[in-house]
């Protein structure tokens, strides 16, 4: 008699159901991406940084305002992160070409009149939170969302998470539906059934609440949500005093991103005293964000994301996945990033 072989095989994986990646088919989502920390970009100071599959400048102007553009002159293509504020415009290291803050060249060193082709692209830019973000695409479809609470009320505290993660920004968006992976990854135990029912869906994004026990035992109640497919936002109760917390998902190039974290607490009545307790809770804040990213950062930073093979438990992240799949992708800024 001879031996039978095992001829079970694996269903071949499927693909139709395939998720978006950044830069595929030479698109990116339409999102608010985070692009540097507004505190460490003082007024008449330009910084370069790698988005998309370009890259751009940050800079501000005398009034206060950021403004993210192109970064390679439409002269010759220099970078313009190697060039100097003039006044409120931006001037070229190489031939000294000057850009205004509506990207126009305004100026050439020799007299030649400016090119009226000649362009920086702007972004849309905001400054919240401590963050200075950029959107891909030239008119925003969505807002970036306060805290239910005034934000004068609040303290704030933004920094960059220096690690850079070999995936994309909104792979990292999919966790906050993925509550299998909050009990499990990050130990918070819910005090009730998977809240699928009570999300709240929007057109650009959702919301849910969590009443859980976090590590140690410590009583949260937050409201968890995510924008766009870069904005994550987390507000409510932790261990008693009201605690927010944001974070944005960049994109250096497409298959990597960076997490930049915002938190808020309250700032009581502005004494020495209520800022001193503020300070406090937002170190604890500031401990409990990092080590909630650096619970998820191995596997994130390895995995081969795609939306396999799903359970109950996954109701919501499935229907995030159709979000992220229709969710609206362009590149408008192309010709001049690159
Ligand atoms: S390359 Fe910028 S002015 Fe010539
Ligand atoms: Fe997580």
């Not at 339409?30 to 330009?46: M, R, S």
């Not at 850079?164 to 906050?176: A, M, P, Q, R, V």
Request: contains cysteine; charged residues 20%; aromatic residues 12%.
């Amino acid at each position: 008699m001879t031996a039978t072989a095992n001829t079970q095989v694996a269903a071949p994986r499927r693909t139709a159901n395939a998720l978006p990646f950044e830069g595929q088919d030479g698109l990116f989502f339409q999102t608010w991406y985070p692009i540097y920390v507004a505190a460490d970009l003082a007024i008449g100071e330009i910084a370069g940084t790698d988005f998309l599959d370009g890259r751009v400048i940050v800079y501000r102007t005398s009034d206060g305002q950021a403004h993210v553009t192109s970064a390679y002159c439409p002269h010759l293509g220099a970078d313009l992160s190697n060039g100097k504020m003039v006044g409120d415009n931006v001037q070229c290291a190489f031939h000294k070409w000057e850009y205004d803050a509506t990207g126009r060249c305004v100026k050439t060193a020799i007299g030649d009149p400016p090119p009226p082709s000649a362009c920086l692209f702007r972004f849309p830019t905001v400054e919240k939170f401590g963050i200075i973000w950029a959107y891909n695409g030239t008119d925003p479809l969505w807002q970036l969302p306060d805290y239910e609470k005034p934000h004068q009320h609040l303290v704030m505290r933004a920094l960059k998470v220096p690690f850079l993660y070999h995936c994309d920004g909104w792979i990292f968006s999919c966790n906050t539906p993925d509550m299998q992976h909050i009990k499990v990854v990050h130990g918070i135990n819910f005090r009730h059934a998977d809240p699928h029912q009570d999300v709240d869906w929007q057109k650009f994004g959702f919301d849910y609440r969590i009443e859980a026990g976090h590590q140690g035992g410590v009583s949260i109640d937050w409201q968890v949500g995510i924008r766009g497919t870069s904005f994550f936002r987390q507000q409510g109760s932790y261990d008693g005093w009201w605690l927010g917390a944001i974070t944005g998902h960049s994109c250096p190039r497409p298959g990597n991103h960076e997490v930049f974290l915002s938190l808020a607490v309250d700032r009581g009545d502005g004494s020495p005293e209520a800022l001193d307790v503020a300070n406090k809770r937002l170190d604890t804040a500031q401990a409990l964000l990092e080590r909630t990213v650096a619970e998820d950062r191995q596997i994130l930073d390895t995995i081969h994301y795609r939306a396999g093979t799903l359970t109950r438990g996954d109701k919501s992240l499935a229907r995030f996945f159709d979000y992220v799949r229709n969710y609206p992708r362009a590149h408008p800024s192309a010709d001049y990033i690159r």
